[in-house]
């Protein structure tokens, strides 16, 4: 009897000590650091991750004198082989600003999870200097290069000259996702190209490249002296919080948009890419949406929220049918900051000081991904972090399985950072 007590003990025991809280210091991942680029004298930033980690896409500064010129770069991450896909100043606008050159526009380019397509912005130069007026869809070995620009449907068969509008178009790209091949985009405007008086609304388009195919699937009507929406949803987010994502099987787009008459009641939606079926997926009713992603197969979704509401600042995950809404904890800071979540849906990543870190969403384990300890790591003038985006807006830098991250870091005697490739084992 007295055998049988010692050996219940003891699994009462060992069970209470595997629930205890996992100290993060000591779980280290195998992983090592390697350089990708050598810009020399330019800059290097916005670097965007296809699935498998073996291509990247980045914009590169390229300085002569006083002068500055960006490019959009493809590269084999495995050979180091780039192809410049697209430089400022190169080729012209559409009609009507056919006489203006087009340069790299100010928002990150995104790459399509398979590595073929590129998508990014772009902006009319001088004079007329508007910001990320079109966007730019290319496959990534240089063939079938589309500038595509956004007529507002509201304004179909308007009198444009009486009304003082310069286009019909949507005056601004400001935020796009894609799909895994690249063939579905869908894109968030802001704003048209007339009279400020009557206001800058913003809508949210679905775009087929391939078939060269618009479809409007949220935005307000137009009656001559105002912007009118009809119903609700409304005003998706395009400035103080933008959350905006495509699933990678291209079924589902999640985004922030007004839930209510009241200005500032906002929550997450769920759209189907048929344009039908838009679900509520939050129930906050607060505008402060800073970042979400979903998972490849349109069924997880994680948001950084940056308001007072439910349980305050930090990420969490809800289902995409609005259940299962959780407050992700870490063990060794207040709060989790969302930075990326690999495709499959397993992995979060983000930072604690000068550490990377994971947090698997399955099983709650925290990974030191890479610190300074790591092999490859460069200590340069500041630490290596991860790439620097705008404000609210979602990178892609983690591959599909979450085994490969990029990086960021100035060389030693460097002073601009370069991208570095973080390979990871994860299970």
């Excluded at 990534?140 to 595509?148: E, H, K, M, P």
């Excluded at 439910?310 to 407050?327: A, E, F, P, R």
């Amino acid at each position: 009897m007295k055998k049988k007590f010692t050996s219940i003990a003891i699994a009462i025991a060992l069970l209470y000590v595997t629930s205890w809280p996992i100290n993060t210091d000591n779980i280290h991942s195998r992983s090592d650091i390697r350089r990708l680029t050598y810009s020399g004298n330019n800059e290097v930033f916005y670097p965007s991750l296809s699935d498998d980690g073996r291509w990247m896409l980045y914009i590169i500064e390229i300085k002569n004198g006083e002068e500055t010129t960006k490019a959009v770069k493809i590269m084999n991450v495995e050979d180091g082989k780039e192809k410049e896909l697209f430089r400022s100043g190169k080729r012209k606008a559409p009609v009507p600003f056919q006489d203006i050159y087009l340069n790299v526009g100010s928002k990150p380019p995104i790459l399509s999870g398979n590595g073929q397509v590129a998508i990014f912005s772009l902006s009319l130069g001088k004079p007329v200097n508007i910001l990320d007026h079109y966007m730019a869809v290319v496959n990534t070995d240089g063939s079938n290069f589309q500038v595509i620009h956004f007529p507002i449907d509201a304004l179909e068969g308007k009198n444009l000259k009486s009304l003082e509008f310069t286009s019909k178009d949507w005056e601004r790209v400001s935020n796009y996702a894609t799909n895994k091949e690249g063939n579905r985009i869908a894109c968030v405007l802001k704003g048209h190209l007339g009279p400020r008086r009557y206001g800058n609304p913003s809508g949210i388009v679905f775009l087929d490249p391939l078939n060269k195919k618009q479809r409007t699937i949220l935005a307000p009507d137009f009656n001559g002296s105002e912007w009118i929406w009809p119903s609700l949803p409304r005003s998706p987010l395009t400035g103080g919080g933008w959350a905006f994502a495509m699933s990678g099987n291209g079924q589902k787009v999640v985004f922030g948009a007004q839930s209510s008459t009241n200005k500032f009641d906002y929550d997450l939606y769920v759209l189907n890419w048929d344009g039908k079926d838009i679900k509520k997926t939050t129930d906050f009713h607060d505008r402060w949406f800073s970042m979400a992603d979903i998972s490849h197969d349109g069924e997880k979704v994680v948001f950084f929220y940056n308001g007072s509401k439910k349980q305050g600042i930090g990420t969490y995950t809800v289902n995409s049918d609005g259940s299962g809404l959780k407050h992700l904890e870490c063990q060794e800071i207040p709060r989790v900051e969302l930075f990326d979540m690999s495709g499959n849906g397993k992995y979060i990543l983000f930072k604690h000081i000068y550490k990377g870190m994971i947090l698997d969403l399955n099983t709650g384990l925290e990974i030191v991904a890479f610190d300074e300890d790591t092999p490859g790591y460069v200590t340069g003038l500041i630490p290596m972090d991860f790439p620097g985006i705008p404000a609210f807006w979602g990178p892609k830098i983690m591959s599909f399985k979450g085994d490969r991250i990029l990086l960021v870091g100035p060389p030693q005697g460097k002073e601009t950072p370069e991208i570095f490739m973080l390979s990871i084992e994860v299970k």
